[in-house]
């Protein structure tokens, strides 16, 4: 008998064999035929094998990154990189990630079922992100696994339903319509970007839009992650290997190999590695988040899909540029406080920059025109670069591996669920959730008198223009 | 026939658009089109027979042929108009005509 559970515990101590579950049930639900479920169910098999293997790699390339950087400044320094931390943390807390992720995702239909906030959150890589976060401060904090999985769905799914919220009123404004909302685990940042960008505007001399401006081609290769990553990454990689000095790279790390080529391989090794956990990421939600549409459009009436952040860049192209700019301005400033504050040090990560700066631009520019685009931005980048730097602590064994989140959702609800777990251990972090779950429905049930008090304003206005006449 | 929806990481945006080409091809009663998704850096001439991009992702993708460019991603109408084009042109017989 205990041969036979020691089995079943082996089986499911394996977050592939867990994550090729959840798609065998994802695509059974979509009454696929036999022959789709078997592909899809062994495609997510091996695409979750492929993305733990490109986690080795980035982790190959980061080692040394850590030892140059601490050689040359003597002090930590930690680039944010969401695919980079996600592959380590699912190497030991996988399984626990893949039901979070999947239960999170049931209790985002139900809590948009039957709240005011109709948000179904379908950016399935970066709330997969969260869930490997979650999981890791929930695991540190102490729980076994059928906690850490029950409290952490319910933390996923708050989170799901409730940050898209909070980019909505500024998204309207982009878009002219409610109909679709941001789902990014920038969200807190871009949302951030929007209040700066209102609350510096001039009703006097009101900022023009950055469409305005005509801005010079020639940027495109922003665009592709690979190549930027691989570009900054060698950057960076080069300034400190310069740094740690010649004789140390070559005798401790590279093996007698010149140290800036050593450098620039690495950082080119890097991106591969951030290349192969996409491809892997890829194909693990290819069979799952269509299901997740499909019952959450049966289900939820009047939902709305919260999409991953470039659906706002097509709205005002130059915002993108500018809010990029800004925000890493932003990322330097904060790196150079941090120097002379003598803490960790965050390198301001390009990728993170560039999609939440992006999207703060767009948001800043719709809420208060270029000033706003700039400021909103810049606010992004400083939040982002010291988000992480206080989730270093709380992300325990794993945060101290040369890489940490990078958006500033995860330095929020980071912080808060880690908070409360230093404050007041597990007990704290389940009073913490429950809260925040009455608390959701509070603020349902006071957006709706809200809303029935603005419809009934609104027919009394009409009868009253009805009577002027 | 394949159709590729392309964004700059290949997971949130092409996804989406990778979706909706499902959704718009099986209004139409289209069948036997392969729909994926990638990323830019990984596209290259030839791998399908339409890319599907976002209006910022028209210069990062001038290598390849026959890219059809979106001016809202999110825009149902939008891609279905440019979708039955891009069947039209291949001589692709879409069987419930205007019912959709």
Known sequence: MTAVLDVFLDIFRQPSI????????????????????????????????????????VVGALNPFGEMFQQAFNVQGVVPNNEAIVGQVLLDYGSAAALIFFFGMIINVALAATTRFKYIYLSGHVA????????????????????????????????????????????????????????????????????????????????????????????????DTTVIVALSMGVIYVIVAIFAGPSYVESELSDGQGYILYALMQAAT????????????????????????????????????????????????????????????????????????????????????????????????????????????????????????LLLPVLGAVGFSNSTFSDADYGIVGLFLGGLSNGGGQIAVIVGIIASLIAVYIASFALRGREARLVAAASAENTESVTAK | MKFLAVCSSGLGSSFMIHMNIDKVLKELGVTGVDVDHTDVGAVARGDADAFFV????????????????????????????????????????????DAA
Not at chain 1, 363 to 370: E, T
């Open chain 1, 18 to 57: 867990i994550v090729a579950l959840i798609s065998l049930v994802g695509l059974s639900v979509q009454r696929k035929n036999f022959s789709d479920v078997l592909k899809g169910t062994v495609r997510t098999l091996v695409g979750f094998l492929v993305l733990a293997a490109g986690a080795g790699v």
């Open chain 1, 128 to 223: 997969f992100y969260i869930a490997a976060m979650i999981a890791v401060i929930l695991g540190v904090a102490g729980f076994d696994t059928w906690a850490v999985v029950l409290w952490g769905s319910l933390a996923q799914g708050l989170y799901m339903t409730m940050s898209p919220a909070l980019v909505q009123p500024f998204m309207r404004k982009v878009t002219g319509s409610d109909d679709v909302a941001i789902g990014h685990t920038g969200s807190a940042g871009i949302a951030l970007s929007g209040l700066i960008a209102t609350i510096t505007r001039s009703k006097k001399s009101p900022s023009k839009s950055t469409e305005d401006l005509v801005f010079p081609k020639g940027l495109g290769f922003l665009r």
């Open chain 1, 270 to 389: 890097f991106s591969a590695g951030v290349f192969v956990i996409l491809a892997g990421v890829r194909v693990v939600l290819a069979e799952i988040v269509p299901a997740f549409r499909g019952i959450s459009e049966r289900l939820v009436k009047n939902a709305k899909p919260a999409l991953d952040v470039p659906i706002v860049f097509t709205f005002a192209p130059n915002a993108v540029l500018i809010g990029f700019l800004a925000s890493f301005v932003g990322g330097i400033v904060g790196m150079l406080v941090m120097i002379f504050a003598g803490t960790a040090i965050i390198v301001p990560g390009v990728v993170a920059h560039f999609m939440t700066g992006a999207a703060s631009g767009v948001i800043g520019n719709a809420a208060g025109g270029r000033r706003g685009a700039v400021l909103g931005a810049f606010a992004n980048g400083i939040a982002i670069t010291f988000l992480p730097l």
């Open chain 2, 54 to 97: 976002g209006r910022d992702l028209e210069e990062a993708t001038n290598t390849l042929d026959n890219v059809v460019v979106l001016n809202s991603i999110i825009d149902l109408g939008e891609l279905r108009t440019k979708v039955r084009e891009q069947l039209e042109a291949k001589g692709i017989a879409i069987p419930e005509g």
